[in-house]
């Protein structure tokens, strides 16, 4: 294996943020207040995942009080810094066709709300947002992908500037904090491109992925895109990066990009097995990786060198279940979550489950019935009870207690396919 990468000297991306007066028993908001804020909270009535049925009076209200970390930021008299609430950010785009009419954009919503806030000011007009990430020790730093290329925020969405990439003119699919050393981010590209920034996105390598697509992926009427739909890495060991391309299966880098090998050989009658969505590196269990696609979900225990079909629940004629994306809980790595559906657009939204790692899952009972394909997941990394999921038909759902019971958010007028999901 060639020497680790030399890291250049950190340039921090910084921010500041201005205290504003306490208002009595909400909480603060930084920068400004949140449009609707002053308006009645109007809640949906939770959903029991166990029975069904509505939530207990014990469950959390609009009002009430939630524990919330603290987090770095400073406070004068008199006044309080917000950067303690929890978020949604809401990413819109589509796949454009006959009929289908798309609206795109990118929105916030803060827990105990029903309004959600445009996010516009930088970004380029409708913005078509199909990746977003939360830094994971400073929430109030969020990047974008967009149509236009990656845009950075250094206020929770408030403002935003471009990220200026080298060589580069595609829409960004997926970025990554690395786990090992947030400093580094990576992002995921159309034509297989990602680029690498070692001090916190101040300047920016394009890496040579040069890999081998299966036969089937390359033949007449295929997808060319060859989209990067998820990176992610390991944190035990930092060189080691793996890469989810739709319709071209699952690559791996062993020296932190350098170098990239494509796992997805052998033979195929389709493509489905090698239409990629996700993939996971194991924090709980070295060595594990899982793969999600549109056939279902893939496990390998020797870092991706060989490969297991995991057999889930099938969703669709064809016997299989469409997978779209794999999180684990921040902190409590055992324990896994799937979104997945009867295909790209279908009539049945799931959430899979495991709690041992990935050796067993189960659907999960939401007590309600999300009629489109789910299609993505996202957690607060501080409070990590707090999660939602949304279909790619417009629908978005929260919980408080992880998992147990849910509310329903009507999505922003207009909003019919997410595409991208983050809690901070």
């Known amino acids: 294996m060639p020497a680790a990468r030399r890291r250049p000297t950190p340039r921090p991306f910084s921010t500041s943020l201005r205290p504003v007066p306490c208002l009595g028993n909400l909480a603060c908001v930084a920068v400004r207040p949140f449009f609707g804020m002053s308006s009645p909270c109007r809640r949906a009535r939770p959903h029991s995942r ?40 809401l990413g819109l785009a589509g796949e454009t066709g006959p009929g289908r009419v798309v609206h795109s954009g990118l929105f916030r919503l803060t827990d105990g709300s029903s309004e959600w806030e445009p996010l516009q000011q930088g970004l380029p007009e409708m913005p078509a947002v199909r990746a977003l990430a939360v830094h994971p020790e400073r929430p109030e730093i969020l990047y974008a992908g967009t149509q236009s290329g990656p845009y950075r925020s250094a206020d929770r969405g408030e403002h935003w500037e471009k990220v200026e990439l080298p060589d580069h003119g595609l829409p960004v699919w997926s970025v990554l904090f690395h786990p090992h050393d947030p ?3 990576l992002v995921g590209c159309e034509n297989c491109e ?53 319709v071209g299966g699952t690559i791996r880098s062993t020296d932190g990009g350098e170098h990239w090998e494509n796992l997805s050989h052998g033979q195929y009658l389709n ?44 969703l669709n004629p064809k016997g299989q279940i469409y997978c779209r994306d794999i999180r684990a809980v921040p902190g409590t790595p055992r324990k896994l979550w799937v979104a997945a559906g009867g295909s790209f657009q279908s009539e049945v939204g799931v959430l899979l ?15 309600l019935s999300p009629p489109h394909t789910m299609f993505a997941l996202a957690f607060d990394e501080h409070r990590p009870e707090r999660m939602s999921c949304a ?16 509310i ?13 999901l983050a809690r901070g």
């Open 408 to 420: 329903t958010h009507p999505t922003p007028p207009g909003g019919t396919q997410v595409y991208a």
């Open 271 to 314: 493509d489905d097995a090698v239409d990629m969505h996700g993939v996971l590196v194991s924090r709980w269990r070295p060595g594990t990786v899982f793969g999600i696609g549109r056939a279902g979900m893939f496990a390998s225990a020797d870092g991706g060198d060989h490969w297991r079909h995991v057999p889930l629940e099938p």
């Open 50 to 89: 166990r029975s069904g049925s509505a939530a207990s009076p014990s469950s959390p209200s609009c009002g009430d009080a939630l524990p919330l970390p603290i987090l770095s930021g400073t406070s004068d008299e008199g006044g309080c810094l917000m950067a303690n609430q929890s978020y949604i950010y």
């Open 391 to 406: 279909t790619n038909g417009g629908e978005v759902y929260t919980s408080l207690d992880g998992g147990e019971s849910w």
């Open 194 to 246: 990602i680029y690498r920034s070692d001090d916190a996105g101040e300047r920016w390598t394009r890496l040579p992925v040069a890999v081998r697509f299966p036969e089937i992926t390359t033949a007449a009427g295929a997808n060319p895109a060859k989209r990067v739909l998820r990176l992610d890495a390991s944190a035990g060991e930092p060189e080691l990066l793996y890469g989810a391309i739709e």
């Open 183 to 185: 400093d580094v981010i």
């Open 353 to 367: 489950h495991s709690r041992d790692g990935g050796d067993s899952w189960s659907r999960v009972e939401m007590g």
